[in-house]
């Protein structure tokens, strides 16, 4: 391990760029050099918070004591950033989505191989804990094998802020929100994707998609249904998975929920038939007292690292990426076929990565 300090400059000081000034300052192996904005502004919010502000990218460039450009501008930059990055012998941390396109991507991993440099992609919601707890069950059969998983994000404040309604720019809800959530899935399923069917929602009357639901089916028989949305007033569960001995419900971020699973013990009896609206049903009706059981959700495992460990760990020569640009690809790769199946509205079963 290195003495020194790794030293980062961080491209593009808004929202995300200055959070993550307090993200690699919690890791005693890494430092913020500066930041590099293009609007005044920001470059003099950069300056109040304790940060060098470079007035170019070409002077961060220049700099020889600047290993690594943090890239969290708007999308539709992030390429040209990564490869001046490359080109003059930087590594490289890019926010997702990494890029527009999966052919954007390939050009920024080939800029990065030809200089020797390190590309990695911030997929900062594979640490969730609420991702975690669900991983654990997966892995681990608490509620049996999952067949089927549910993952939504719920808001009702629309899209916010500007870029990310424009189309050019990279913006949207899909690129947005639906590049953690299927990066989740595909990071903890290990099986191809097999088909894909989705619809994007249109509701705010942006030119970029306001919402999305998608649903894909596994090889190994799982079906994950995926849904973002920005005008749910009522939000629906974070997670809601079923497995063959029971089922698992996580609320929110505050990781209120349970499983309920078939008490294995009690003697299998029918259930008692009970009115539902103006029909009766027995189908319907709760199950017989002790049939089930309730329990709380499980402890979520550690990753083996945190995302800015895992990358001083990489560029020192120490440890793979926790998270793969082959990963990264794949999951760019998926959000094309989601496009497509929504456009078209057809299910996409052609997959040249899977
Ligand atoms: P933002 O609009 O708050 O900030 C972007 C900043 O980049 C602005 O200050 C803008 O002036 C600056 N900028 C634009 N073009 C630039 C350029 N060419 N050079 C230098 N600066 C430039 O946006 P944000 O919400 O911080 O999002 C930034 C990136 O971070 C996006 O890729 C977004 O998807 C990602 N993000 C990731 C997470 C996460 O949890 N991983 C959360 C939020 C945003």
Redesign the pocket.
């Known amino acids: 391990m290195s003495s020194q300090k790794h030293t980062i400059v961080i ?7 200055s959070y993550h000034t307090q993200l690699i300052e919690e890791n005693g192996r890494l430092e913020v050099a500066g930041t ?4 005044e502004e ?1 470059r003099s919010a950069s300056v109040k918070a304790g940060y060098t502000a470079y007035t170019s ?1 070409e002077e961060v460039l220049a700099d020889p004591k600047v290993e690594t450009i943090l890239i ?4 539709d ?2 390429k040209e ?1 990564a490869i001046a990055a490359f080109r003059a012998g930087k590594h490289v941390i890019c ?3 990494v890029a527009l396109s999966s052919d954007e991507f390939n050009e920024m991993l080939e800029e990065a191989e030809a200089a020797g440099r390190i590309m990695m992609v ?1 997929q ?2 594979r640490w969730d804990e609420d991702f975690r707890i669900i991983k654990e069950m997966y892995e681990h059969n608490t509620i049996g094998p999952l067949f089927q998983l549910e993952s939504r994000v719920h808001g009702a404040n629309g899209i916010p ?3 990310r309604h424009v189309k050019a720019q990279g913006g949207g809800m899909l690129l ?1 929100w639906g590049v953690h959530l299927l990066d989740q899935l595909l990071f903890m399923i290990d099986s191809k994707v097999t088909s894909v069917s989705s619809s994007l929602s249109f509701i705010l009357g942006n030119e970029v998609d306001d919402g999305f639901e998608a649903l894909l089916q596994f090889e190994n028989g799982i079906k994950a249904v995926v849904e973002v949305g920005t005008t749910n007033f009522i939000t629906l569960p974070r997670w809601y998975v079923k497995g063959t001995e029971g089922t698992g419900i996580i609320e929110d971020w505050s990781l209120t929920g349970r499983i309920v699973t078939r008490n294995q013990e009690s003697e299998r009896r029918e259930p008692t038939p009970i009115r539902a609206g103006v029909g009766l049903t027995k189908t319907m009706a709760p199950p017989s007292e002790g049939a089930t059981i309730t329990d709380v959700l499980p402890t979520a495992v550690e990753l083996s690292s945190s995302f800015y460990t895992n990358f001083a760990d990489v560029i020192e020569g120490s440890a793979e990426p926790i998270v793969k640009n082959a990963e990264v690809m794949r999951v760019l790769k998926l959000i094309e076929a989601i496009f497509a199946a929504a456009e078209t509205n057809q299910t996409i079963k052609d997959f040249d990565v899977y």
């Not at 590099?36 to 609007?39: I, Q």
């Not at 969290?72 to 999308?75: F, Q, R, V």
């Open positions: 491209v593009g000081y808004g929202g995300m760029g590099f904005d293009l609007l920001r990218y969290a501008t708007p999308n930059v992030h950033i926010e997702k989505p911030h900062n919601r802020g500007d870029w947005d």
